[in-house]
């Protein structure tokens, strides 16, 4: 349970809601254990008179409690929904907060797309703590509990027989299967991830598999996990079925002996026969409500991991970070005996590498993929702490710089650029709130997206837009921020080459006196810059001006001539 | 909806057990109110002695045990036929990707494909384990309810069967509001709920333009706005089981003031009858609700099974071979009016055409004139809709799969690497079993024995799939290593267009030079030198073969070759 303390936190923020929730179910479960009381109380009652009064309250109570209880019913649903939803918000807003510190170092360390959907449907999976997992037991309880205290008035060992069926239904049968579940769990989970991948395989390896005459092996393989997995899956649905049943057994069970003990204390004089009916039907009625604990289990379960992962990725340690601003006017980047890996991967992606940028220089950085050029300039943006080496800024080691003030400083186009469901004019607005129409125009002109009105959707993650078109938008973006550092990763890589030229062209006029640091991924068009750097397997092969390495005939010129002779 | 109930029908063994098993949960349920009758009546108004009970006590019992025991049993029987079916899905759909032979190209939907196999089939579980067996009972155990109730009272019964039916007939109608009104706020919805993931996935951007603080309001903000729209449509889901819960409420209340009436007025029936219809009446209408909400379950199942029945009735066109073998030297390939065509994506003219033995073939054209569905074709991964591939004068559909295969190294640009050791993913390429020298050797010869033999467990590092990642270039000289092993007459390239280090662009060339002198190849060429080299270029335009001829055939007789190696010759400068 200790794993879900901070969930439990944020949904008793909610007090209201939940409280009438839990009010509301109170009423609806007590009026139901009503009306079958009343009912069985005044049938017998009738059994011995003739009187009308009796029929005329008999008819009321059954209306009355009917009506109470369907519409308790109504009013619970609509407040525990509510309530769930709202700690959804709570939990989405808390877990944000404590993300945005983290990024965007964290993604860069999982280095696995399904990140982020893994976090939405872990806080998606949360919103049954409320309906499955904290609220039944909490209701069932408070209903058993009065219902005992009520039936303790006619007969003590009537409410101790229930008593025993709440301990047994609330909390002895959901703990044991819980605790049950928690052990099959993992390994269902193994079998699921294990088919996942064996069909992802499958379908990617397709052609060498079919090539290679393994695909019928793997056919029968891929076969076999999924009758696997579906094996584990039954197991699951069995263990529910058997804690379903044993929870009804038991509330069967305490009706029996209720009837039971009523009949010995009748029998015995020590009890009014007239009331055995009515003990009897609200044992039935209170318990026919535990049958909502029997996926207690596997609620709680998935709650609890969710939980747990959630709190796994938000407890991984922020960067260190000082608290020193970065000076504005030129500035220079640093790298001295620079590496870093990531984690869990052996080799180095970057390995003792020394830089220096002086200001107001360009660079491009140039290799092929997996040379570690994104990692580098993933170092310079200060995402990633070095294992080893120092990186400072405008003279300043990055340890005593706070990590926002070293971004506020530069522009950056990154590979992957992000948009948001809005429009061009919110997706700017991001770069400079106080950007003016004109100045949001004048932008796009540049990048020659003139043609783009401000009130044009962008659809969620820019899908709407071409590969090139959200390049030009990320760039324009970076010329409305303004500031002296440019750190460009293959930011036309999707652009025609004219049009890549002309925007480089905007981008040296607007920025004259300041830093570049571009990562190319072709070698045309690198005569402008001041420097090249050339990267394989996490080193500097060489560096120099184009002219320089062109002369010296070693490895950018060979990769030069192999460009050359590639059709694309 | 009919679809999944008519698998759950051919189950004949399943359905029937369950409809035996509702049946005895059906009797135990009535055996259970009329012990329970018996013994109040015989305590409260016969005043028994406790002992003289004990045997009813001991009916009572029974009853209860068969009542769970028999609804254990549904309960069970509907997890196996779930899980019976859902294997049949899986099966199905394996088998399907696996006769198709278009995945060989299109990656691009296999996450899809993963999703379907994997969660679309989870869902159809609902159907089965829940839906089915209620609906069984519900067919079953109310009318063995009602025919008890019409024995003691039959204007309970009665009033019973005026009421009843309005319960699936305001379902019905409640339902359709419902979907109504979820369907109007749909978009809406689908909004609000994407806005956390579109700013989790932009938060590095976020952060970088220092705007992450601001989202804060932006995300609570559009989870209350969700929480509002939502709430409106549960409101009227809610509603309705109100109004269900009225129906059933009222249809007891007056089931009791007319017993009352006969028990208090006319003293015309007994309490042991009054009782006993009081406890089995709200069984009845529990029932009936009981159904209604499994209903809701197999809502969402019908959606995720018609999307499992799309890709199952996709046409298949699967590949047919024959037994004849080939002889394992280079083969002579004619390509008798060779064509391919599906749906609206990739076609190819037909194409005709000779590659004599040991022949270095070039297949040169823009990306989607359809330089990769002829390698496909001649790959004998796709078959044609056309015309015939001769192999040595024999079609490709009269060949032994195995032997045609055998003959065949594909290397592709991204070559594809198995959950495994590196050994095993080498040893794929051959069948028969590899001695670590041969091993060594090959793999020196593909120029990654260096970078094996400094791993620490050597050959046996696992890669693939939560192994050591492999770089681009890695890959590549995996591939080789697999052909060195293989040994083919017939190789199939796939240049790479860039990206690569200049070592294994070496290594490349000099392995295929290697490879070259015992076997066929033909490469879809990106470099010039490959290209001039070719005894045979193959010259494809939009799906056309528009010019066949080695280097200088071409420069002579078809000008757009020219145009294409003078472009090349002034491009790269911006």
Partial sequence: ?568 | MNDLKQLAFQRKKSMLFLAVASFLKGVATIGQALFFVFIADRVFLQDASFESLLPLFGGLFAAILLRVGAGYAIGRAGVNLAADVKNEFRNNLIKSFAENPLLSASQGQSGQKVSLLMDAVDEVDGFFSKYIPQMIQTYIIPILLLGVIFTQNWTSAAIILITAPFIPVFMAMVGKGTKKKADEKMEQLSQFSGTFLDILQGLSTLKLFGQAEKQQKAIRKSSLSFRDSTMEVLKSAFLSSLMLEYISMLSIGIIALEIGLRLVVFDSISFFTAFFILILVPDFFNLLKDFGSAFHTARGSVSAANQISAELEKSRSPLTWGSETIASEPPHLSLEGLSFQYGEGFSLAPLAGEIPPYSQVAIVGKSGSGKTTFMHLLAGLFPQTEGRLMINGVPRENIAEKSWFDQLSYISQNPYLFAGTIRENMEIGADRPISDEEMLAAAEKAGIAEMVLTLEQGFETRIGEAGRGLSGGEKQRIALVRAFLKRPSLILFDEPTTGLDLRTEQILQNSLRELQKTSTVITVAHRLHTIKQADLIFFLEDGKLEAAGNHDQLLQNYRPYGEMLAAQQGGGVR
């Fill in chain 1, 1 to 568: 349970m200790n794993e879900l303390k901070h969930v439990l936190k944020l949904t008793l923020m909610e007090k209201k809601d939940v409280s009438i929730a839990i009010l509301f179910g109170f009423l609806a479960g007590i009026a139901s254990v009503a009306l079958m009381g009343s009912s069985g109380y005044l049938i017998s009652k009738a059994a011995l008179t003739t009187q009308m009064t009796t029929l005329v309250v008999m008819a009321a109570c059954l209306k009355l409690f009917g009506f109470a209880s369907a519409l308790s019913r109504y009013g619970e649903r609509l407040y525990s929904h509510r309530a769930t939803f709202t700690m959804l918000s709570h939990l989405r807003v808390s877990f944000f907060e404590r993300l945005a510190p983290l990024a965007p170092g964290i993604f860069g360390k999982y280095r696995s797309g399904d990140l982020l959907s893994r976090i939405v449907g872990d806080v998606e999976s949360l919103q049954n703590f409320l309906l499955r997992v904290f609220y039944p037991p909490v209701v069932l309880g408070i209903v058993l509990l009065s219902t005992i205290f009520f039936s303790s008035f006619f007969s003590m060992g009537i409410a101790v027989v229930m008593l025993i069926g709440l301990l047994l239904t609330v909390v002895a049968v959901p703990a044991l299967f819980s605790i049950r579940k928690r052990r099959s769990d993992g390994k269902l989970r193994a079998d699921r991830g294990n088919l996942a991948v064996e069909a992802t395989e499958f379908l990617y390896g397709f052609r060498d598999l079919k090539i290679h005459q393994k695909l019928d092996a793997k056919e029968q393989q891929l076969k076999s996990d999924a009758a696997y997995y579906n094996e584990g899956q039954k197991k699951e649905g069995l263990e529910e079925n058997l804690a379903q049943s044993i929870n009804s057994l038991v509330a069967l069970l305490v009706s029996f002996f209720v009837l039971g003990v009523g009949a010995y204390f009748v029998a015995a004089g020590e009890l009014n026969g007239l009331y055995l009916a009515m003990l009897v039907m609200i044992s039935i009625a209170a318990f026919e409500n535990v049958a909502a604990m029997a996926a207690f289990p596997s609620y709680f379960e998935e709650s609890r991991k969710a939980a747990v992962r959630l709190e796994e990725i938000v407890a991984e340690p922020a960067l260190q970070q000082g608290i020193v601003k970065l000076p504005s006017g030129p500035l220079d980047i640093k790298l001295t005996g620079a590496s870093f890996s990531y984690p869990g991967e052996k080799s180095l992606a970057v390995d003792d590498v020394s830089v220096h940028l002086k200001p107001g220089t360009k660079t491009a950085i140039v290799g092929s993929s997996g040379s570690g050029k994104s990692t580098l300039m993933q170092l310079m943006l200060n995402v990633f702490p070095l294992d080893h080496g120092q990186l400072s800024i405008g003279g300043e080691p990055v340890e005593t710089l706070a990590q926002e003030s070293i971004w506020q400083e530069m522009n950056v186009v990154l590979q992957e650029n992000h948009f948001f469901y809005g429009t061009i004019r919110s997706n700017l607005l991001i770069a400079d709130p106080r950007a003016s129409d004109e100045q949001m125009e004048q932008a796009l002109a540049k990048v020659q997206l003139e043609l783009f009105p401000l009130e044009m959707n962008v659809e969620e993650k820019g899908q709407n837009l071409s590969g090139g078109q959200k390049q030009r938008l990320a760039i324009a973006r970076a010329l409305l921020k303004g500031k002296s550092l440019w750190l460009l990763d293959e930011p036309v890589s999707s652009v025609d080459s004219l049009t890549g030229h002309t925007i480089y062209q905007e981008l040296f006029q607007q920025g004259e006196n300041d830093l570049f640091v571009i990562i190319s991924h072709d070698l045309a068009g690198l005569e402008k810059m001041d420097q090249i750097i050339v990267m394989e397997n996490g080193r500097i092969v060489e560096t120099g001006s184009y002219e320089e390495l062109m002369k010296k005939k070693s490895y950018f010129h060979q990769l030069k001539q192999i460009e050359n002779s590639v059709f694309a």
